[in-house]
């Protein structure tokens, strides 16, 4: 069962920057979308960033030009990259990446922002 790994999460000060990275323990074939999904404190899981396979990319209003997602197909690899953090960027931030078959969840790394 191949197995996302996520790393790069910390504690860092508002207006700072963090780059989160997902990594796939194995080949993924037919890869349709690659993700992030954040969940803050008492707050439902809310989508983040989305790149398809065709490199096409949405991102959450309220992370619009702060945050860039991007991916290395090689080694089945997303990035996220998060600029001036604000504190409401603090949650717990999954990485998702969707086959035409399984949808693959990374554990969780948690980011907190502080003011």
């Known amino acids: 069962q191949v197995q996302l790994v996520e790393s790069g999460g910390g504690l860092v000060q508002a207006g700072g920057s963090l780059r989160l990275s997902c990594a796939a323990s194995?080949?993924?074939?037919?890869?349709?979308?690659m993700a992030w999904y954040r969940q803050a404190p008492g707050k439902q899981r809310e989508m983040v960033a989305t790149?398809?396979?065709?490199?096409?990319?949405t991102y959450a209003d309220s992370v619009k030009g702060r945050f860039t997602i991007s991916r290395d197909n090689t080694n089945n690899t997303v990035y996220l990259q998060m600029n001036s953090l604000k504190p409401e960027d603090t949650a717990v931030y999954y990485c998702?990446?969707?086959?035409?078959?399984?949808?693959?969840w990374g554990q969780g790394t948690q980011v907190t922002v502080s003011s």
């Open positions: 194995g080949s993924i074939l037919s890869i349709v979308t």
């Open positions: 998702l990446i969707r086959s035409i078959v399984h949808d693959y």
């Open positions: 790149m398809t396979s065709y490199s096409s990319t």
